[in-house]
C-alpha cells in the first residue's frame, strides 16, 4: 500500500479534505475499523478551495461539491442535495411546504461570495454588498436583511433556533462527489473509494482474482482420481455388452434343447438312422 507519506520513519497515512455540509463520520469510522493501523486526517476546506487542494496533493483524496472545476481529477458523483430557502421562523414563506424560485421574486435573496449553486439568474432582488461566506449570510437573514438559498446540509450546519427553511423546487442543486488525483490512484485511494461505495471487507474489487483450479482429467483438488462420467459411459456398453453374450449363450442352449428326440434320443441318433442303407452280402 502506499498513502500520502511512506517511510521506516513515517508510516503511511491517509488524508481527507471535506467541503462544509458534508459528513464524513460514517466513512472514518469503517476505515478506522478496517485499517487501525493507517491513521486517516481529515482536513477540512472550503467549497472554492478543495479541488485546488487535491490538485496540489494537500490531500489524497476529498469530498467536493459539483459542479467545479475536475482537470486532472477523477471523480465519484454521491448524491445530490435539496436546495431550500433559509427564512425567519416567521416568515410568510414558512406558510407553504415547498415554494418556486419566483416566489422570492419580491424579497432580497443574499448571494455570499462562497456560494455553491451554479445560478443562471439570480432569484428576488439583490442585497447592496454580498457577504463573504455563508455563515456570515445567515446571520444576515436572522437580522431580517435578507433570504438566503443554499442547500440543506449548509441550512442544517448553520441551523438556529429563530430560523427555518423549505425547499425551492426549480433552483439549481449541489452534487456531493467523492474526487482524487488521475495520478495518484493509490491502494489507499482505492480502499477508501470501497468504503464510499459499500462494498464489504471481503470485497475483490482491486484485488487480482483467485487463478482458476486446473482441470486434470481423472484427479479432484485433493489428487484423489474420480472418474464419474468415464465409469457411467462405460457401464452401459458392459451392460449391453453382457446382455447380447447372455442372449447368444441362451440361444444355443434353446437350440440344442429343440434338437432333442423328445422321448429321449437325439437329433443327431435319428439323423444316422435315415443315413445311406447298408449293401447286403
Known amino acids: 500500500m502506499t498513502g500520502s507519506v511512506?517511510?521506516?520513519?513515517?508510516?503511511?497515512?491517509?488524508?481527507?479534505?471535506?467541503?462544509?455540509?458534508?459528513?464524513?463520520?460514517?466513512?472514518v469510522r469503517i476505515w478506522r475499523e478496517r485499517l487501525p493501523a493507517i491513521p486517516l486526517?481529515?482536513?477540512?476546506?472550503?467549497?472554492?478551495?478543495a479541488a485546488d487542494v487535491l490538485r496540489d496533493g494537500g490531500a489524497d483524496a476529498g469530498f467536493l461539491r459539483l459542479p467545479a472545476d475536475r482537470t486532472d481529477l477523477s471523480a465519484i458523483p454521491l448524491y445530490t442535495e435539496t436546495t431550500v430557502v433559509v427564512v425567519p421562523?416567521?416568515?410568510?414563506?414558512?406558510?407553504?411546504?415547498?415554494?418556486?424560485a419566483g416566489d422570492l421574486a419580491d424579497e432580497i435573496v443574499l448571494h455570499p461570495l462562497d456560494d455553491t449553486l451554479a445560478w443562471e439568474t439570480l432569484p428576488g432582488r439583490p442585497a447592496k454588498e454580498r457577504p463573504a461566506t455563508t455563515a456570515d449570510a445567515i446571520e444576515l437573514v436572522a437580522a431580517g436583511v435578507g433570504l438566503l438559498v443554499v442547500p440543506q446540509s449548509l441550512a442544517?450546519?448553520?441551523h438556529r433556533r429563530d430560523l427555518t427553511y423549505r425547499p425551492v423546487?426549480?433552483?439549481?442543486?449541489?452534487?456531493?462527489?467523492?474526487?482524487?488525483?488521475?495520478?495518484?490512484t493509490t491502494d489507499l485511494v482505492e480502499q477508501f473509494i470501497g468504503i464510499v461505495r459499500g462494498r464489504t471487507v471481503n470485497s475483490t474489487r482491486g484485488r487480482p482474482a483467485p487463478a482458476p483450479a486446473k482441470d486434470k482429467r481423472g484427479d479432484d483438488k485433493g489428487g484423489s482420481r474420480r472418474t464419474p462420467a468415464a465409469g457411467k459411459q462405460a457401464g452401459k456398453p458392459a451392460r449391453k455388452t453382457a446382455g447380447k453374450t447372455?442372449?447368444?449363450t441362451a440361444g444355443k442352449a434353446?437350440?440344442?434343447?429343440a434338437g432333442k428326440n423328445p422321448r429321449g434320443g437325439s437329433g443327431a441318433a435319428r439323423g444316422a438312422k435315415r443315413g445311406r442303407p447298408r449293401r447286403r452280402s
Open 6 to 27: 511512506t517511510g521506516a520513519d513515517n508510516p503511511p497515512s491517509f488524508r481527507l479534505a471535506y467541503v462544509p455540509g458534508v459528513t464524513p463520520a460514517k466513512w
Open 246 to 248: 447372455a442372449g447368444k
Open 89 to 100: 421562523k416567521d416568515h410568510l414563506v414558512t406558510a407553504a411546504e415547498e415554494v418556486a
Open 254 to 257: 434353446v437350440g440344442k434343447s
Open 156 to 158: 442544517r450546519l448553520h
Open 41 to 49: 486526517d481529515l482536513l477540512p476546506v472550503a467549497a472554492a478551495d
Open 169 to 184: 423546487t426549480d433552483a439549481p442543486q449541489s452534487r456531493v462527489a467523492l474526487s482524487w488525483r488521475e495520478d495518484a
